[in-house]
């Protein structure tokens, strides 16, 4: 059984240290069929790396520091630091196969002469996530591709890795200053300004692999206004695949990460923790 799951999962293109299709022997039988497995993280190395990217990103470069907050935290106050407590690791099949066959035609349509990589400064990728399972860093900055962090509920972090992002749900909640998509940060302060403990008081942070190809630059004053054609420009009719919204440039707050279709996002850790004041 374990030579046949090694073949199948060779044969999906899945991450060579995955075991999720060794379930379908297992006694979990909508696991199996769903081909989903998460795992808690146990090597301490791994850990640290992930609290080293907390730490990092847990910052606004718009001139605020420790005290950039938007107005979408409302009265909340912020956290003087996140102490991550426990790290899920998702392995779903679907999405992944989803992720990697989008990126093979983001990277065939990306065009040599728009910026990528350290062109825009993603702050995350200054702490490459090599450790653990994980023996070479597994993005790709040539195709905009980085961890980017996504804040949410408890169910919807166990929602989103069981299922995927649902794009008809975008702006619900908050709005949706640049069209109707999956919003996703460099800072870590910024992601936390979405989410809420489950009860044991730790919150939830996705930690997402994102390929964001030829980016499309916003520094409007009121996106809401071209939202529409920023959208536009993401389609398959478009030259974009993603959109970056720089509020720190307009008012000293966050960069924000924009992309219209769920393929392009693998949520792929569940990083919980608890703020400390």
């Known amino acids: 059984m374990r030579t046949v799951a090694k073949k199948l999962g060779a044969r999906l293109g899945l991450p ?20 989903l497995k998460k795992d808690e993280e146990t090597e301490h190395a791994l850990l640290m790396k992930v609290q080293e990217l907390v730490n990092a990103t847990f910052w606004g470069w718009g001139g605020h520091g420790a005290k950039t907050r938007t107005r979408d935290r409302g009265a909340e106050p912020v956290a003087k630091a996140l102490k991550v407590m426990s790290v899920i690791y998702v392995q779903n099949a679907e999405v992944y196969v989803n992720y990697r ?12 002469s728009m910026p990528c990589g350290d062109t825009w400064d993603v702050k995350t990728a200054k702490v490459p996530l090599v450790s653990g399972r994980l023996k070479e860093n597994p993005v790709d900055p040539m195709l905009n591709e980085h961890y980017l962090w996504h804040g949410c509920r408890p169910e919807g972090a166990e929602g989103i890795t069981d299922a995927n992002f649902d794009l008809e749900r975008a702006g619900s909640a908050y709005g949706s200053l640049f069209g109707p ?22 919150f939830p942070l996705l930690l997402c692999r994102v390929v964001l190809g ?30 970056l919204g720089d509020r720190e440039k307009v008012h000293g707050t966050f960069r924000e990460f924009i992309v219209f279709d769920n393929h392009q996002v693998y949520p792929e850790y569940i990083v919980w923790y608890r703020r400390e004041f």
Do not use: F
Not at 102 to 111: H, T
Not at 181 to 202: N, P, Q, V
């Open 214 to 243: 030829n980016v499309n630059y916003c520094d409007h004053v009121s996106p809401v206004s071209v939202s529409s054609e920023l959208v536009a420009s993401c389609k398959p009719s478009g030259s974009h695949h993603s959109v």
């Open 16 to 35: 060579a240290g995955w075991d999720v299709v060794q379930r379908l022997a297992g006694a979990d039988a909508e696991a199996a069929v769903r081909l």
């Open 181 to 202: 998509g999956i919003y996703l940060a460099e800072s870590c302060m910024k992601a936390d300004e979405y989410t809420t403990a489950d009860l044991r008081g730790y």
């Open 101 to 112: 066959s989008r990126r093979a035609e983001i990277a065939n349509a990306m065009q040599p």
